[in-house]
């Protein structure tokens, strides 16, 4: 499973990216300007995930989702995210 998501240190930043998303803002742009990941240069990108040591909550979240489906907000020890997934 391949997943981008876009990382934030308070849940009311990642309900106004959401809200920016479902305006229909490139998931892309929008990790690049906001996520406080270094993810965030590569659009969100986390690459393949399968195999990877991730947070219980996240790996839930991203597996949960539909192909090219963006997911509410999720938090995790590390803050808050917003997660699309790619295949």
Do not use: N
Not at 33 to 45: L, M, T, V
Not at 57 to 86: C, K, N, Q, W
């Amino acid at each position: 499973m391949r997943i981008r998501h876009i990382l934030l240190k308070e849940k009311y930043q990642a309900e106004d990216v959401l809200r920016l998303l479902k305006a229909g803002g490139d998931f892309a742009e929008l990790a690049k300007k906001w996520s406080q990941c270094p993810s965030a240069r590569d659009g969100g990108d986390l690459g393949e995930i399968q195999g990877k040591k991730l947070d219980e909550d996240f790996s839930a979240a991203a597996e949960a989702l539909p192909m090219g489906g963006v997911s509410g907000v999720v938090r995790t020890r590390f803050g808050y995210h917003l997660i699309r997934r790619d295949s």
